[in-house]
């Protein structure tokens, strides 16, 4: 700025060319066509020199900028809401998914329980079946004198006998049977 | 909501199922055996497999049954089945574990205890008791629980 004049002084082209060559802006022709200027006038390379420490000290002290709130306040509160909306919606998505699992998983889950059904029956069946061919005498006591009885399993026939000698002979008599 | 429908119906299901196995009848057979041929063919109205079973271990030809008698187990309940005219028993279920139960049976003769035994019985496991000899060959108890 001119003091006197009260307007302001344009920049000399080379001061322009050197703030380009400090922040690397210039072409390969550009640079070298600066470098030659600055090697030829002993001001350039301060100002060179002051400039790279401008560019230094800006560097080092970049203020924290924050953007500012829409200044609409109800339209800014809108996009918040917006934005928690989109931030809720992927939660939404993994519930609806988790429960579309649990439904495919329904057939699955049920057949299982009833072969699960089937086979604790089926094995409550067999033991109380065919699980055990012999039925098991724990005692036995006949009341008449030289009447004995004995149990054993025939294996021959695959059944238990309780062989009782001594009994009375019975005659047929009409309506007995 | 289905699912909490889902279990409880099926537990109800399988209790009804395995009660449905607990229930038993004690069915009992007197057999008359003997080798002499009867006078009319008659079917002996027994199982065939059950029939071996008496073949094999008292060696008889013929059978018949001569009389039948079927009752509920009924636990700590006694019975008293009538088999004919002069014979009788008297069962007891002493309890049931697993399928498996304990009866006390008594054999009676015209209201004259001939016999009694304590025997774990399974579902379809016959008892083959060895009784009097009668007319022209001798009696046969099958006992054995069947499904209701």
Redesign the interface.
């Known amino acids: 700025m001119n003091p006197e004049s009260g307007k302001k002084t344009p920049r000399p082209p080379e001061t322009v060319y050197l703030a380009g060559l400090v922040d690397g802006q210039l072409d390969f022709s550009q640079r070298n066509k600066i470098k030659s200027l600055v090697e030829k006038d002993p001001s350039l390379i301060d100002e060179q020199v002051e400039q790279e420490k401008i560019r230094e000290v800006l560097r080092k002290n970049i203020p924290k900028t924050t953007c500012p709130d829409n200044p609409d306040f109800f339209w800014s509160q809108v996009q918040n809401r917006l934005h928690a909306e989109k931030r809720r919606t992927p939660a939404r998505e993994v519930r609806s998914h988790l429960l579309a699992s649990l439904s495919r998983l329904?057939a699955p889950a049920?057949g299982a329980?009833?072969v699960i059904?089937l086979l604790?029956?089926g094995g409550?069946?067999f033991?109380?079946?065919?699980?055990?061919?012999?039925?098991?005498?724990?005692?036995?006591?006949?009341?008449?004198e030289h009447?004995y009885?004995t149990?054993f399993k025939?294996r021959?026939?695959?059944?238990?006998?309780?062989?009782?000698?001594g009994?009375?002979?019975?005659?047929?008599t009409p309506?007995?049977? | 909501m289905k699912f909490p429908l889902f279990f409880p119906a099926l537990l109800l299901a399988a209790m009804l199922m395995t009660e449905g196995l607990h229930a038993q009848d004690f069915v009992a057979k007197l057999v008359y055996a003997r080798n002499q041929p009867p006078q009319e063919k008659s079917d002996p109205g027994l199982d065939p497999a059950l029939l071996k079973k008496i073949e094999k271990t008292f060696g008889y030809k013929y059978h018949r049954i001569a009389a039948q008698a079927r009752s509920p187990i009924t636990k700590y309940t006694a019975d008293f089945p009538r088999l004919g005219q002069d014979f009788s028993l008297k069962i007891e279920e002493l309890g049931h574990q697993d399928g498996k139960y304990r009866l006390r049976i008594n054999l009676f003769h015209k209201n004259k205890s001939l016999l009694e035994t304590t025997v774990d019985f399974r579902k379809d496991v016959p008892l083959l008791i060895r009784g009097p000899f009668y007319d022209q060959g001798e009696l046969i108890l099958v006992i054995e629980m069947t499904d209701k």
Request: glycine share 8%; proline share 2%.
């Open positions: 329904w049920f329980a009833l059904l604790a029956l409550q069946h033991f109380s079946g065919n699980g055990s061919r012999f039925a098991e005498v724990s005692e036995t006591r006949t009341f008449q009447v009885a149990a025939s021959e026939a695959g059944v238990t006998v309780i062989w009782v000698d009994f009375e002979y019975i005659p047929a309506g007995t049977f």
